[in-house]
């Protein structure tokens, strides 16, 4: 189970860090993603962590939010900075592993202009 939050309304420029708790698997054997879906657009990648720490990131989110992972309270986090209107989305949290494939609830990120 997966449990997104941190949400909410932010002017352009400011920062943002969303959490995802993860129970029923741990975080350090699994690929963590965010994905987010803004209105009439197709859900996409925003960032990636492996199991390895390996971290991937989507081409507009590259060297503006940062994905990390804290082993010990089984959570991953995406730091969000100099928030653009265009990063407007609901942001989504799913684990991918073994025998897992599993999807958190979304929380709304509103940057405005």
């Known amino acids: 189970q997966l449990q997104a939050s941190g949400g909410g309304l932010v002017q352009a420029g400011g920062s943002l860090r969303l959490s995802c708790a993860v129970s029923?698997?741990?975080?350090?054997?699994?690929?963590i993603n965010w994905y987010r879906q803004a209105p009439g657009n197709q859900r996409e990648l925003v960032a990636q962590?492996?199991?390895?720490?390996?971290?991937f990131y989507h081409g507009s989110a590259r060297g503006r939010f940062t994905i990390s992972r804290d082993n010990a309270k089984n959570t991953v986090s995406l730091q969000m900075s100099s928030l653009k209107p265009e990063d407007t989305a609901v942001y989504y949290c799913?684990?991918?592993?073994?025998?897992?494939?599993?999807w958190g609830q979304g929380t709304l990120v509103t940057v405005s202009s």
């Open positions: 962590i492996s199991s390895g720490g390996s971290t």
């Open positions: 029923g698997t741990t975080v350090g054997s699994n690929v």
């Open positions: 799913n684990a991918v592993g073994r025998s897992i494939n599993a």
